[in-house]
């Protein structure tokens, strides 16, 4: 039970800020609060048990055990159990679409600056990561719980589910640079695995868009690439 | 010897491309060369052994206690070790700026998108996190053997040493936003500790500079702002 299971249908917010976050943005999928011995009855307690208690959802103290099995951080002091939830992505509305994403903390933080420039919600292309593993949570810093996604099978079944809408596939085999393309809602911006990058077969789809950059390196982090499309098409 | 000692002089590539990065780039820093019984004497194996002798490095097979204790991935075959560098900053070239950074997966990556958008170089300001962490230079994706970099203990002995320029603090706190401003080289893009940001104080200096985004979260992922602001100032 205390351990973080994949095929499961229960995750974990780990860390007191990620918590709230919860509460106060899915407060129908929290179960249960722990909060460690450890804790000061501050005025985060306070705030902590006021909540729990208005959104009627168990507050238990004392379980150092979960503490251990869950986190190896010794700052942790409250978690948060929740049921994984499911969303609808909004086709009239951008999306970003996340082809066969791999790590974790990429993709918590694709979800951060999804929120920050406001995408309508992501679209994961399975096989994929894991959205719901603890570690993407804590790196979304708790976007997860506000950004729409949704898993996908494959790219096809994505499109077709979709809507009318234009297609910009990032690659560095693009023509076109980000900046010289001005986007028109709704949109879908697409990004290719972190080592592997999205396959040829993408060049044909929509226009795709090159992120300019120097021969130094051979690509951007995919959170970096993703935050930076995010930026541009919304100035 | 062969754990990574952040005081000590040496530290480690761990993998294949992180080595060869490391080779070609910063050849007269690597020390040893250790390669895994488990490679293969393919064309890479090859490679590494002509590449090594013709710089003079010595090639150590069969040595698994480094890979079991530097590694906690099975699929590092290769292993550089290199005495730690210096580097000095090119004043007449743009700097990116890290008051404070805290995190050496973050610090990499900002190596990685720097070299992306030809920044000049790196100024890190102390207390920080170590841009020689095996961490750190993983996530550089080599960045860091080629990227000038230099620590400072204050923001004040930076500025001592830089030279006349323009200074952009980015800052949640400042009026105008980027992208309404064309930088004019030499320039240093100024960026705080993941927590905390900036100090107030830094709104009196050159320009503060904002990202504008939602109120959906709290901040951008430190690396995503550098990147974001190294794009849109080489744009």
New interface residues.
């Given amino acids: 039970m205390e351990k973080y299971d994949k095929k499961g249908d229960i995750s974990y917010s780990l860390g007191t800020t990620l918590t709230f976050e919860l509460l106060l943005r899915k407060p129908e999928a929290a179960t249960k609060i722990f909060v460690s011995t450890k804790q000061k009855r501050d005025a985060t307690f306070d705030k902590l048990s006021v909540l729990t208690k208005t959104l009627g959802i168990p507050l238990i103290i004392n379980n150092e055990k979960i503490f251990h099995s869950l986190s190896d951080k010794d700052n942790v002091m409250v978690i948060g159990e929740f049921k994984k939830f499911s969303s609808t992505l909004d086709n009239t509305k951008n999306h970003v679409v996340l082809v066969n994403p791999s790590n974790n903390?990429n993709l918590g933080?694709i979800f951060?600056?999804s929120?920050?420039?406001?995408a309508g919600g992501i679209a994961i292309i399975s096989p994929a990561c894991d959205a719901f593993d603890p570690k993407s949570i804590r790196?979304s810093?708790g976007?997860i719980f506000?950004m729409p996604f949704h898993y996908f099978s494959s790219f096809e079944e994505y499109k077709e589910s979709a809507g009318t809408r234009d297609y910009y596939p990032f690659m560095l085999k693009a023509k076109t640079k980000l900046?010289d393309i001005k986007g028109k809602t709704p949109y879908s911006l697409i990004f290719g695995n972190e080592a592997t990058g999205l396959p040829d077969r993408y060049l044909k789809l929509g226009t795709p868009l090159l992120?300019?950059?120097?021969s130094?390196?051979?690509?951007?982090?995919l959170?970096?690439a993703v935050?930076?499309a995010l930026?541009?098409f919304?100035?």
Avoid: C, E, K, W
């Avoid at 992120?211 to 120097?214: D, G, V």
């Avoid at 130094?216 to 982090?221: A, G, I, P, R, T």
């Fill in positions: 903390g933080t951060r600056s929120s920050a420039f406001n790196s810093m976007a506000s900046g992120i300019p950059q120097s130094n390196v051979d690509s951007l982090n959170d970096n935050s930076i930026y541009s919304s100035h």
